[in-house]
C-alpha cells in the first residue's frame, strides 16, 4: 500500500513515514475494497455471479484502481455473456497498469480471434431489436430473435430471462421454466432469475392443468403444456365423395403447376442463365486483358533486368580493371615488373578513362618488355635445370607479353620445353612460329629438324604470334652478347643470317 499523497509505501503506523500525513482513514477504505474484492472471488468461485458483480462494483467504488477487481469483473461480465462490458472494464484496468497486467492476455486474445468478438458483437445488436420487438408487443419476433441470439451467444443471462418473459406472456410456462433453469446454471443466485421462477410457480397454481376427459370413446394425453384428446377409433364416413375431392385437387394443382409456375419458373431459369453467361464473358475478358497487361510488365521487368545485369557486369569490370591497374603501378613502382605486368593483363583497357587510361598507356609497354626478360631468364634457367614444366610456363608467360623477347629465343625454347616434355603438338606449332618469323637462323634449320612434320613453307612468316598479335618478321641481326646459352648437346641457335 502506497500513500496517495507521496506515493511512498506505508508501514504499520498510521501516518506516512515520508511526509507525515495521516494515512488511517485512507488505509480503512483500501482493506474494505480489498475485503469486497475477497467477498466478490468467493461468490464468483459457487457461480453467484450477479453477487460478484454487486461486491466488485463496490470494492471499484472506494478503490478505483484496484487492477484485481476491475480484471474479475471483466471475466465475470464475459461469462454472463457482456463482452461489452467486459472490455470496458479491462481497458480501463489497461490503463491503470500499463505493465504486467493480465488484461493484455484478455485483450489480444479477444483481438486475435475477431470473429467470435464480431459475434458477440452481433449478438447484442440482436438482443436490443427483440427487447425493441417486445416493447411493440410483436412477441413472436421477439421469440425468433433471442433464439438467434442465444445460438450466437449461449451465455447472455439476460436473454434468457427475456425469452422466459415471452414464454411467459404466451403461457408457455413449460419453455420459460427451461430457460430460466439454464439462466440458473449460468449465474446462480442470479436475483431476476429467482423472482422470475417464483412468479412462474404461482402462474402455475393459479392455472392448473385441465382435467382429462372421461368420455370413453375418446383417448386424452398431455403432450408438454398441451392436452391431445382423440377419439379411440377412427371412422372414415366421406365415401366416395373424399376421393372425388382428391382427384380434383390433384387436377387442379397440376393445371396451376402447368400454367402457371412452370413458365415462371423457366422464364426466371433463363434470365439467370443469361446473366450469369454475361458476367462469365465479362470476367474472361478482364482476365485476358489482365493476362495480357502481365505478359507485357513480365517483358519489361526481364528486359530491365537484363539491362541492369549488364550495367553491373560493365560496372564490375570497371572496378576491377582500376583496382588491377593500381595493383599493377605499385608492383610497377617496387620494379615488380613480372607481378605488375600479369595485373595489367587483368585490365580491360576499353573501360579506362582519363587519367587511368593515360596512366596504363605510360606504363604498360615498359612493364611488358620488363617482365617478359625477366620470365624469360626465370624460364630459360628452369629449362636448362630440366624443370620443363616451369620453363613452359614463365616461357609461354614472356612470348605472351612481347612474341619477339630476346629476339625469338623465348619461343624457340618454349618449343623446346614443350618438346622434351612430350608434348609434340604444341612443340610443332612453336617450332613453325620460329621457323616463319625468323628464317635463314640457326633456332629456324633446328626448328624444322626437331619438327615431326617437314615445315610448311612461307607459314606465320610476317604471321600471328603466340599473343594473337599481327607482328612483321624479324630480320635484324642480334648482337653477340645477346644469344642465349649453348642447349646442352644441341647446338646454340643464334640469328646470323645467311
Given at each position: ?10 508501514s ?10 495521516d494515512?488511517?482513514?485512507?488505509k ?82 479477444l ?236 585490365v ?17 609497354t ?5 617482365a ?46 614443350y ?15 620460329v ?61 646470323t643470317?645467311?
Open positions: 500500500m502506497r500513500c496517495l499523497y507521496c506515493g511512498s509505501t506505508l504499520d503506523v498510521d501516518y506516512c513515514t515520508n511526509c507525515g500525513a494515512v488511517s482513514v485512507y480503512k477504505i483500501i482493506r474494505l475494497s480489498n475485503a469486497l474484492y475477497n467477498d466478490g472471488l468467493e461468490k464468483a468461485k459457487v457461480r453467484d455471479l450477479s453477487g460478484a458483480v454487486t461486491s466488485l462494483n463496490l470494492a471499484l467504488k472506494y478503490n478505483k484502481n484496484h487492477v484485481q477487481a476491475r480484471n474479475l469483473l471483466g471475466l465475470i461480465y464475459y461469462e454472463m455473456g457482456e463482452a461489452v462490458a467486459a472490455l470496458s472494464q479491462w481497458v480501463i484496468s489497461k490503463n491503470v497498469q500499463s505493465k504486467k497486467n493480465p488484461a493484455d492476455y484478455f485483450l489480444n486474445d483481438q486475435e480471434n475477431q470473429g467470435r468478438l464480431e459475434t458477440m458483437n452481433t449478438s447484442i445488436k440482436k438482443f436490443n431489436q427483440a427487447l425493441l420487438y417486445c416493447e411493440q408487443s410483436s412477441d413472436d419476433l421477439a421469440v425468433i430473435q433471442l433464439k438467434k441470439v442465444l445460438s450466437m451467444n449461449p451465455k447472455l443471462v439476460k436473454a434468457y430471462q427475456l425469452l422466459a418473459l415471452c414464454y411467459m406472456k404466451n403461457e408457455d410456462y413449460g419453455k420459460a421454466e427451461s430457460m430460466l433453469r439454464r439462466a440458473g446454471k449460468i449465474d446462480r443466485a442470479n436475483t431476476l432469475t429467482l423472482h422470475l421462477l417464483k412468479e412462474l410457480n404461482t402462474f402455475k397454481g393459479v392455472n392448473p392443468k385441465p382435467e382429462e376427459p372421461k368420455n370413453e370413446d375418446s383417448v386424452a394425453y398431455r403432450s408438454g403444456n398441451e392436452t391431445i384428446i382423440q377419439p379411440k377409433t377412427f371412422k372414415d364416413n366421406t365415401g366416395m365423395s373424399t376421393v372425388i375431392n382428391i382427384i380434383i385437387g390433384l387436377l387442379v394443382g397440376a393445371a396451376l403447376m402447368w400454367f402457371l409456375v412452370l413458365p415462371a419458373r423457366m422464364q426466371a431459369e433463363k434470365g439467370s442463365s443469361n446473366q450469369s453467361e454475361i458476367e462469365f464473358n465479362e470476367q474472361l475478358s478482364s482476365k485476358n486483358a489482365n493476362i495480357k497487361q502481365l505478359e507485357t510488365d513480365l517483358a519489361t521487368a526481364k528486359a530491365n533486368e537484363e539491362e541492369a545485369k549488364q550495367q553491373a557486369q560493365a560496372q564490375d569490370v570497371k572496378v576491377t580493371s582500376y583496382e588491377q591497374l593500381l595493383a599493377a603501378y605499385a608492383a610497377y613502382s617496387a620494379e615488380d615488373t613480372v607481378t605488375a605486368a600479369d595485373a595489367l593483363q587483368k580491360d583497357a576499353a573501360s579506362l578513362s582519363g587519367d587511368a587510361k593515360t596512366l596504363y598507356d605510360a606504363i604498360q615498359d612493364v611488358n618488355t620488363k617478359a626478360e625477366e620470365l624469360y631468364t626465370t624460364g630459360y634457367d628452369a629449362y636448362k635445370k630440366g624443370d620443363f614444366a616451369a620453363a613452359i610456363q614463365d616461357l609461354g608467360q614472356a612470348v605472351e607479353l612481347n612474341a619477339d623477347v630476346h629476339n625469338g629465343d623465348a619461343l624457340f625454347y618454349l618449343a623446346r620445353a618438346d622434351r616434355s612430350g608434348d609434340q603438338a604444341n612443340a610443332d606449332k612453336f617450332y613453325q612460329q621457323y616463319g618469323k625468323y628464317p635463314n637462323t640457326n633456332k629456324a634449320r633446328q626448328s624444322a629438324s626437331y619438327m615431326s612434320t617437314p615445315p610448311v613453307e612461307g607459314a606465320n612468316a610476317g604471321g600471328e604470334n603466340a599473343s594473337g598479335n599481327t607482328q612483321g618478321s624479324n630480320q635484324t641481326n642480334d648482337n653477340t652478347d645477346q644469344q642465349p646459352p649453348q642447349d646442352a648437346g644441341e647446338g646454340a641457335p643464334d640469328n643470317q645467311e
